[in-house]
C-alpha cells in the first residue's frame, strides 16, 4: 500500500515537472512571438526615419502645408514609440558615447586623435532592448585610430 502511495506521488511529482517544463516552454516560445512582433514594429520606426530624412534633404519641409502634413503622419511615429515603451522596448542609449560590443554593431570607422578608441561617431540605425535583453543591436560608427 505504501508503495503504491509512493509511486503515485512520483508519478505526480514527475507529470508536475513536465507541466512545469511545458508552461517555461510555451512562454519562451510567447516571447521570442513578440520579440519578432516588435522587431516589425522597429522597421515601420526605421522607414519613418529613412523618410524624414528623404524629406529633409530634398527640402520638402519647407512650406508650412507640408510641415502640417509631415507632423500629421508623425504622429503615427509617436504612437509606435509609445507602443513600444508600454511593452518595455526602449532604445539602446550610450551615456558615455563608447561602442559596447553586446549591445551594438560596428558598421565602420573613422580616424580622429582627438578621440578614444571605440568612441561613437554616429548611431547608423538604433537598437533596442525589451526586459532587459537585446532585441536588435545599434548599427555604430566608431573611432579607430
Not at 511545458?22 to 526605421?46: A, G, P, Y
Not at 504622429?75 to 561602442?99: P, Q, R
Amino acid at each position: 500500500m505504501i508503495e503504491k502511495i509512493e509511486q503515485q506521488i512520483s508519478d505526480m511529482l514527475r507529470n508536475n515537472k513536465a507541466l512545469s517544463n511545458q508552461i517555461e516552454d510555451n512562454h519562451r516560445k510567447e516571447e521570442q512571438r513578440l520579440d519578432e512582433i516588435f522587431l516589425d514594429v522597429i522597421s515601420i520606426l526605421d522607414a519613418f526615419t529613412r523618410e524624414e530624412k528623404v524629406i529633409e534633404d530634398h527640402e520638402w519641409n519647407k512650406s508650412e502645408d507640408s510641415q502640417k502634413a509631415i507632423k500629421r503622419l508623425l504622429n503615427a511615429k509617436k504612437k509606435l514609440n509609445t507602443l513600444l515603451e508600454k511593452h518595455d522596448v526602449n532604445k539602446i542609449s550610450f551615456d558615455d558615447g563608447m561602442s559596447n560590443d553586446d549591445l551594438c554593431s560596428v558598421t565602420d570607422t573613422e580616424p580622429d586623435p582627438e578621440k578614444p578608441n571605440g568612441f561613437i561617431i554616429s548611431i547608423e540605425k538604433d537598437g533596442f532592448t525589451r526586459n532587459g535583453h537585446t532585441l536588435r543591436r545599434a548599427e555604430v560608427v566608431i573611432v579607430k585610430n
